[in-house]
T-cell receptor, first 113, second 109 residues
């Protein structure tokens, strides 16, 4: 158990809908990262937050947004969902601003029908 | 952007064998990590190794940043080592993280 929790574990929804994925980092970790893993694209970095502020952006679509709250949990919002958004979404946390060691949550499997 | 290439893409071993996995990157990096994704999908950090050599039990890793590669050594492999091994880098001059496509390791009993 990495100490990073993600909810829900599975999510099935329809095209055009909006969903919210939630991540709670390890106790004391200030940095949160979001990743998407799909068969065709592999593991893609989406976005990083540090202590509530956006720190780095990767291949995140404009239909996706994220935020980190004062209690350090983070949410990833996916809107206008398309079939191609079906993937495993991981959250990771690390203690410092610079990446030292990342701890990954179990992931949320999103299926868009 | 920076390219991260892992080799080999697939590797099949008998239990007890040794292996070397490679990660090449096309530009300078600030950080480098190795991960193992087990057959249940969980990603586990193995090493944070932007340079130098580290060892943890049967696993060790070496990064030669000046030559832009990192190696992960697995000795006396066990069936529980099966899964996909990824390297992830943080590109120098930015904080973007990039994963390689991974090496899928299968260890047969």
């Amino acid at each position: 158990d990495s100490g990073v929790t993600q909810t829900p574990k599975h999510l099935i929804t329809a095209t055009g809908q909006r969903v919210t994925l939630r991540c709670s980092p390890r106790s004391g970790d200030l940095s949160v990262y979001w990743y998407q893993q799909s068969l065709d694209q592999g593991l893609q970095f989406l976005i990083q937050y540090y202590n509530g502020e956006e720190r780095a952006k990767g291949n995140i679509l404009e239909r996706f947004s994220a935020q980190q709250f004062p209690d350090l949990h983070s949410e990833l919002n996916l809107s206008s969902l398309e079939l191609g958004d079906s993937a495993l979404y991981f959250c990771a946390s690390s203690p410092r601003l610079a990446v030292y060691t990342q701890y990954f949550g179990p992931g949320t499997r999103l299926t868009v029908l | 952007g920076i390219q991260v290439e892992q080799s080999p893409p697939d590797l099949i071993l008998q239990e007890g064998a040794n292996s070397t996995l490679r990660c090449n990157f096309s530009d300078s990096v600030n950080n480098l990590q190795w991960f193992h994704q087990n057959p249940w999908g969980q990603l586990i950090n193995l090493f944070y190794i932007p340079s130098g050599t580290k060892q943890n039990g049967r696993l060790s890793a070496t990064t030669v940043a000046t030559e832009r590669y990192s190696l992960l050594y697995i000795s006396s492999s066990q069936t529980t080592d099966s899964g996909v091994y990824f390297c992830e880098i943080t590109q120098g001059g930015s904080e973007k993280l990039v994963f390689g496509k991974g090496t899928k390791l299968t260890v047969n009993p």
